[in-house]
């Protein structure tokens, strides 16, 4: 089983609904990580968090520690969000820094 | 403004050719850290650097080496590349434990090595 399970796998929805992804993990971390990857492209970083509620325009994130549980929303979803999200926990200690992912959420927003 | 910079954005070689990519950051994070990225699949870790301290992760092939000369620059060694060597190289750099807030990882665009 992995350490870091994301649902869904694949994600179709239409420009303006409001999107879901969700994520649970299985070990003890420092903080959690949403990160954004367009097709051939680098990675970017939306979020890291640790505990509470977090937002950036149009996108929302949340943590439940005790549940080891984190959700990445999208308000007014855009075809231009079109990409694979991942999440991805880091531990503590001297696993500090060191990222272990889930397998991304490719979403696809269609016009 | 790129701060996390890989050179080049796709690099072709041949079965068995040494090649290296490269790897420059702007924003004086002491952890640097390389990835391998196979079609659909999550990033690995391969090893990083804490400052100068070079960390591999225990499946890192022997392969694969790395360099970091300075704290801008690291570089990702691929001695004899096989077939199964294709993939997407990410760099990422972070700040940790230095007295500053931590910052998290930085990724560059990524390097798409080619295998012929």
């Known amino acids: 089983k992995n350490e870091v399970e994301q649902s869904p796998q694949n994600l179709t929805a239409q420009e303006g609904e409001f999107i879901t992804i969700n994520c649970s993990y299985s070990?003890?971390?420092?903080?959690l990580h949403w990160l954004q990857q367009h097709p051939g492209g680098g990675i970017v970083s939306l979020f890291m968090?640790?505990?509470g509620k977090k937002k950036h325009g149009r996108l929302i994130a949340t943590i439940n520690i005790q549940e080891k549980h984190s959700s990445l929303h999208i308000t007014a979803s855009h075809p231009r969000d079109s990409a694979v999200y991942i999440c991805a926990v880091e531990g503590y200690g001297g696993s500090q820094g060191n990222l272990i992912f889930g397998k991304g959420t490719k979403l696809s927003v269609k016009p | 403004d790129a701060m996390v910079i890989q050179n080049p954005r796709y690099q072709v070689t041949q079965f068995g050719k040494p090649v290296t990519l490269s790897c420059s950051q702007t924003l004086n994070h002491n952890v640097m850290y390389w990835y391998q990225q196979k079609s659909s699949q999550a990033p690995k870790l391969l090893f990083h650097y804490y400052d100068k301290d070079f960390n591999n992760e225990a499946d890192t092939p022997d392969n694969f080496q790395s360099r970091r000369p300075n704290t801008s620059f690291c570089f990702l060694d691929i001695r004899s590349p096989g077939l199964g060597d294709a993939a997407m190289y990410l760099c990422?750099?972070?700040?940790?434990?230095?007295?500053?807030?931590?910052?998290?990882?930085?990724f560059g665009d990524g390097t798409r090595l080619s295998i012929l």
């Open positions: 070990v003890g971390i420092s903080a």
């Open positions: 990422a750099t972070s700040r940790l434990g230095t007295g500053l807030p931590d910052q998290p990882q930085h």
């Open positions: 968090l640790s505990s």
